[in-house]
């Protein structure tokens, strides 16, 4: 296929999920190498029965997309703040501790330090 041609297509598939399954339906497709994506508007994930699903509203098509993604069991239940570049989630496990980044692709998780309130340090100065 023409690169000015698969340049277009790939115009209009701006998510990285429905880009792999492009790629899968045609190999030469993934050897041509796509252009880069443009940033993408963060992740929006809506809990389903079966665990979290990653939701992607733009990518391009008419209906709402959902993108199964596996989330671990023991994070089902946490609340999800942000996604950042690279499959990475910010999350809290906890009711006011536990937060966490997890990393969708590889699974590494990186605990946050938890940081003292104000009114935490006022009762116990240093």
């Known amino acids: 296929m023409p690169r000015s041609v698969l340049r277009r297509i790939s115009y209009h598939v701006p998510c990285k999920f429905d880009r792999v399954r492009m790629q899968l339906v045609c ?12 940033p993408q508007l963060p992740w929006l994930l809506h809990p389903l029965a079966g665990g979290p699903a990653f939701s992607c509203l ?14 671990p069991a023991d994070l089902r239940s946490a609340r999800f703040f942000g996604s950042y570049d690279g499959g990475w989630l910010f999350l809290a496990s906890g009711r006011t501790t536990g937060n966490i980044l997890l990393n969708l692709r590889t699974g590494r998780r990186i605990p946050i330090p938890e940081t003292p309130t104000s009114s935490a340090r006022q009762r116990n100065p240093a």
Do not use: I, K
């Open 58 to 71: 733009f990518s391009g098509a008419d209906d709402l997309r959902l993108h199964r993604v596996r989330v």
């Open 27 to 38: 190999h030469s497709w993934y050897l041509r190498h796509l252009p880069p994506l443009p």
